[in-house]
């Protein structure tokens, strides 16, 4: 009997033990316990913002669990889906259908990072001829710049074409002066050159594909050449007679009348030293006399004549500007020709 007794007590303390351990397991009673996501409304302070999503209500399984299927439809960056509202400007592949260049690249691949932002980092710009005028557009470059040409390749004939920041393009008149100590500092379409003894706004041309110019320009090919196209420069002409060097106020102004081009046009100034600011009209070659054509080294004729470099020689020279046919303007034993139009005419 004893034995039973003891045998009784040992199977009503096991039963006891097992019941207890069963009772320990809390899941359901609404409280986040350890190794819990979650536990009925209890969420451990989480929502489906600290998931990764924009909103959304969380739920819980019945293994206390969370699960996120009511996130999904607030949406989150990677989900494939552009949410502008929510600040994405692309989601992995998905780039609404923009390129580089709709941001103002020519060329390269946009990418997204992780927080559903555009990379531009491969975009590219390349600047072309066609961008760098007054009046043509800029679609090339990047943002915030312009396309522009190398101020030394309008001296060597040739475009040599560059994306500048906007800030190195000033807000200042076509045909002005311009910083001395800058190579822009002038509007987009034009560069600060160094013209007739002084560095001006000079819209920039091309014989070819863009002889237009501002303010009733012309456009001057840096140099003669065969066909008279090239890279050039916009000068805006005065009215003055460049064969008899009137027109200009000479007594007043200092500057005497200079022919532009085979057009007629032409230009009151002074050439001066770009330092002491002291007329150097007065050195320039006269007729018969070596010269150079408008460039940096200008070394051009005195008003009166013109630098032609059709002379039969491989010098340009100065020839004086004459009515055609009035040979009397001209040094014996030399008769005027037609030189562009009709009443323009050179002593050869």
């Not at 990677?78 to 998905?94: A, K, L, P, V």
């Not at 200042?172 to 050159?193: L, Q, R």
């Not at 001057?220 to 200009?248: H, L, Q, Y």
């Amino acid at each position: 009997m004893r034995l039973f007794f003891f045998m009784a007590v040992a199977l009503w303390i096991a039963t006891g033990c097992t019941s207890e351990v069963v009772s320990t397991d809390n899941c359901g009673d609404g409280i986040v316990d350890i190794d819990e996501e979650c536990d009925g409304e209890d969420f451990a302070g989480e929502d489906c913002t600290n998931f990764g999503y924009y909103g959304g209500v969380l739920n819980c399984t019945s293994k206390c669990t969370i699960e996120k299927s009511s996130c999904v439809a607030a949406g989150q960056c990677g989900d494939g889906i552009i949410q502008g509202q929510y600040g994405e400007e692309c989601d992995g592949t998905n780039f609404g259908n923009i390129s580089c260049l709709d941001q103002g690249y020519s060329s390269g691949e946009l990418s997204c990072d992780g927080s559903c932002k555009l990379i531009i980092d491969n975009c590219t710009s390349e600047c072309t001829a066609d961008q760098i005028f007054f009046n043509s557009p800029n679609p090339n470059c990047s943002p915030m710049s312009k396309c522009a040409p190398d101020a030394s390749s309008i001296v060597e004939e040739e475009l040599i074409m560059q994306c500048l920041p906007e800030d190195e393009f000033a807000q200042v008149p076509f045909y002005g002066p311009c910083d001395i100590t800058t190579e822009y500092g002038c509007p987009h379409g034009a560069i600060c050159t160094p013209i007739i003894g002084k560095r001006l706004c000079m819209p920039i041309c091309h014989g070819t594909y863009n002889p237009v110019c501002p303010s009733n320009g012309v456009c001057i090919v840096n140099k003669e050449v065969d066909d008279g196209n090239g890279a050039g420069v916009c000068f805006r002409p005065d009215v003055c007679d460049p064969i008899m060097d009137t027109g200009c106020d000479i007594p007043t102004t200092g500057k005497h009348c200079y022919l532009l081009d085979n057009q007629g046009d032409a230009l009151c100034a002074s050439f001066a030293d770009p330092i002491t600011h002291i007329s150097l009209d007065a050195l320039l070659p006269d007729h018969g006399e070596p010269c150079q054509a408008l460039s940096e080294g200008y070394k051009g004729c005195k008003a009166g004549n013109v630098c032609l470099s059709f002379l039969g020689g491989p010098q340009d020279t100065c020839a004086r500007l004459c009515h055609p046919g009035i040979d009397s303007e001209c040094d014996t034993g030399e008769h005027c020709i037609s030189v562009g139009v009709g009443w323009l005419g050179a002593c050869f």
